[in-house]
């Protein structure tokens, strides 16, 4: 009778330590969501086109890091967006690849968005995505205008 009581009790505590603050589950968010200066975001996308836009440095040097950026179209069902891969994301941002972008951010560059995921979130490949993306609908190409409130 103690042996089921005291497995009962460790159940208890185990759900009890699942709920740590922090190990929230991840609200996904759709690419159709994103706006202008926000942050946090987590999306499963398909990687529809990559390009290498810049590469420097020599890998000849171990201390001198090569600098690799490639601008990716992403998406899902809702849309697409222009991600930019650094460095080591971009060996993972190959076209058709599925990829998990966690904690991603919106960043603004001449008037559109891009998402970007810098050192505190994280990619990951990820099994590939059942949708098909929507590609009529990219929010790269919207572009905003910077407006100045003057006050009266």
Known sequence: MSAAQGGGGGSAASAEAS????????????????????????LTVKVVTSKTVLQKGRSASANLRQTRIAECLVGDETGTIVFTARNDQVDMMKAGATVILRNAKIDMFKGSMRLAVDKWGRVEVTEPATFVVKEDNNLSLVEYELVNVMEG
């Open 19 to 42: 709920e740590k603050p922090g190990l929230r589950k991840p609200v996904f968010t759709k690419v159709e969501q994103l706006k202008p200066g926000t942050n946090g975001h987590t």
